[in-house]
């Protein structure tokens, strides 16, 4: 296996978050998204529209990403808004066109859910819940994915700190789950050129404090299409294990986040430097040979 | 040449920093830092400790940090302090101590200048003036930098945005001289987890607003040594210009910020995983054929 | 009346909140807590611990918040946690215990709910649902709270834009229920002295633009007790509408946040301030003689 | 006197920053600027345009300011500029304008001053001068003021903790000059609906560890006009030892920020307002019989 070594203080037995620690000598845990692993020996690629936007959208769009390498489809039906009169998504209806089109090109599928009352509704759906930033903190649906045989995708919340996501993570698993990735999306910082501040190093303070699947989404981070490849790029060769972005197959024509998503041709030359950098992957050692020494 | 393409939004004419705005189509213009080129087609690696404490010390550094394939020697001599009651640093004899010792083993040397009455003393003994992030509003010194033959270093301040450190470069370039090199070295958000919030987005986004040659300074920015290798391969995948780190024989025994300096085992480390890595860069379009067109 | 005069630019028809926008030369509309007028000629103050604790610490400290002019009781009963292994709150049980305790006095009350599916419950029992700032994003207990008779106090998320929280309350009213008070509870910044940075001018800024009444928590905000009074003063002399402190009979043995709380002694001359420079509010005109006219 | 209590920690000996820290039950060290004392009983306001732009405007500024009741006059004759392109001020030239006209209209002024060597020719010339938020690191510019004998404004970086505000002014109390006033100017943070964020909070954090006066700048804080008179209100009652506010005759027409200038009306307003709430200031106790006892 070649998952980065873990350097980090080891939490033990009096860890503020001990079920998502990880003790010392511990390898990452690997989650399964319906069949892709994330975690393991590969760097898993997330990758879809921000919102369903009808049956033919998200079935091009899950054919599209399918065909240039994508592991898993992403795509909101729910969406939860800043505003009450932005379009709030196609909900159930939407997740079933969703499903078929995932189905259609052998993809997993993973959709934030908002509210714990539709987690069983959903269930049966989905092959992980996504936890949106706005939701880190609500403990009530925390604790209703904590129920699920599914696994989560817990995204980071914008103005939270790394502990408080790792706390959100044990919440999840206190109730019954750990089968959770994280996913860090950007903080809220001073700066306004890009739309939040990605926080890599962050991402791998999270990975050595625990054993969960550590993840980035650059799209909403960064919001710029034209530099999105480039950090993905840093996130694989990091040592991290995998990433979210927004694809449209028509940007311009998006009912929602449109001016983020990489178009077909951006995400196609993206997965190509990802596939040349992965190939290094299983000759880097992330600096292992330190003093604290690897892994097992 | 193998440097990743710019998407950016063209400054033209009318750029708030005209001077080091980068054009349509334009590539990076690399510097030379006493023959070390940052900015073409390699990757640059800027190591040694934090200050020159002796000449012992600095020797060591510089002979462990060549050996194992650092490009340019870096090492302060005066120490821009927050407290009246820190070591200082020990001034030009430190500055002689740190030329003979990066001489010696045929490595460029970087120094940080504080005040503009020195820049004249200070130049003949420097292949590269540093501009650190506490000194990035200073103009007085700026223009000092603008009327030298070396090449500027300038560290992003931890309170500036990403606008008004290229405005910093504008301010020595509009003083004559153009031979700037960028320094991301992490700014201020709410976490404490990691020092400072590396912003490798901003980074990016500096790249493609302007034809500087863009670095990044992981020790600083993150201050735990034990992240520092996978954040380096991260800024290479990303197709940035090199690295600036900080190296100790001895962190224990550092007179300044010794908890965030590799050991020499951890650097060599992390420079066989840059070696790794760089031999897959010339194969890294990092996005390239996307809508907006490659590079010339 | 002496509400503060508004010079905002006026938010008319397309206005991103229309129902909490303030009209030209429109007047704050008062929002009533039990009977305690929010917004209109006072000053109100809302005191009491941070979390019911038991039936003989709730009555004590109701009682003595009561002698010393609180108009309103705050307490939680269920408490959003950061981590899953604190004290979570009394719940039901605890609420009822806070009824009574402010019924004994003659206070009206005001607690936090975290979960749509409570709010029914809980309604009999409170005057006012607090949102807390973890839920400020929560657009289904936003929507559940729509749909109530009673008021509401609507925490800042610690993370939020100034814009985010109005389009928070304009979730609320645009789901029936106009009756909101915004409360500004410290954001994130980059600062540790303090336990977060109280925005006073964003507390201006969202009087400006909304109708609502605006108060301050600088309990949460400052998290240091010496602190408060003062700002406490600054609140009040600015024209808001009243503030929410957490005060707690034995501070050091408080189950929650008792680091915080304000002492007794200290609370008491607190509001002897207060009432101080309440009595000259009518004096005040928050620079009404300006360009651009005053109030009504 | 009448100057809030302290209850912060005392630093004793070993404090961080030991000439500047308030000693046990300390009050406030006055500092005169012209004659006009600050952190005494009064309250102290400083008025005046961003920049002087000519003989006119400034004496009109500093007539107008002075009727309306401002202590002080500011103004400045050499700005620090983001852009090199920015006007850069009148330099000794408008600071001659500026003696004239305050001296005309028995005004004690304050100045910024930008680099170390200035300060000898400025010196005959100013009341006090002024540290800006951009060379609060600066520490040569520091060390120079350390030697004169004209007190000195220092403002918090915009990006800079409270801690090192108070070591940059330990770095000029170190260096022979303990004749200091702290100015708040406002942070950055995440938000952008005001220009920065007003630390109010942090202000009163300074003014409990440091027997140095406190004042704030809502000015440049806020940026936006209408805002201001109610946080100036905020900052008397707080027990704060003066304010900072620019006014112009013609914001409209101003060289630089005059967005953010009050009009003389406004001022007129707020002086009015500020003289309503200072009649009160004798009798507030700010909070004064807690348990750790009052003042001497």
Not at 214 to 229: E, F, R
Not at 265 to 273: K, T, W
């Amino acid at each position: 296996m070649n998952h980065p070594p873990t350097h980090a203080k080891v939490l033990e037995g009096d860890a503020a978050f001990p079920r998502v620690a990880r003790r010392a000598g511990q390898r990452t845990i690997p989650v399964s998204f319906g069949g892709v692993l994330i975690g393991g020996r590969g760097f898993a690629v997330i990758a879809g529209p921000c919102s369903v936007e009808g049956p033919e959208q998200i079935h091009t769009a899950a054919s599209e990403v399918a065909r240039r390498g994508a592991d898993v489809l992403r795509g909101g039906a729910f969406k939860p808004r800043t505003s009450p009169y932005s379009f709030q998504g196609l909900g159930l209806e939407g997740l079933a066109m969703m499903r078929e089109a995932a189905d259609a090109h052998g993809l997993p599928l993973v959709t934030e859910v908002l509210t714990p009352e539709r987690v069983e509704a959903m269930a049966p759906q989905v092959d992980a819940f996504q936890v949106g930033a706005r939701n880190m903190h609500n403990t009530a649906l925390l604790h209703a994915l904590g129920a699920t045989e599914r696994p989560i995708l817990l995204k980071r919340g914008f103005g939270s700190t790394l502990t408080e996501w790792l706390l959100a993570a044990e919440h999840i698993a206190s109730a019954g789950n750990e089968r959770i990735v994280l996913c860090e999306r950007g903080i809220r910082a001073f700066g306004t050129e890009t739309r939040f501040t990605l926080d890599l190093a962050g991402a791998l303070w999270a990975q050595d404090q625990s054993h969960l699947p550590v993840i980035v989404d650059p799209s909403h981070a960064i919001g710029q299409p034209s530099l999105i490849p480039r950090a993905a790029a840093a996130v694989l060769a990091a040592g991290l294990d995998g990433l979210m972005v927004e694809v449209h197959p028509s940007p311009e024509e998006a009912l929602s986040d449109g001016a983020q998503a990489l178009t077909l041709d951006r995400f196609e030359a993206m997965m190509r430097d990802l596939k040349t950098l992965d190939a290094r992957r299983p000759l880097i050692a992330w600096g292992e040979r330190s003093e604290e020494g690897g892994r097992g």
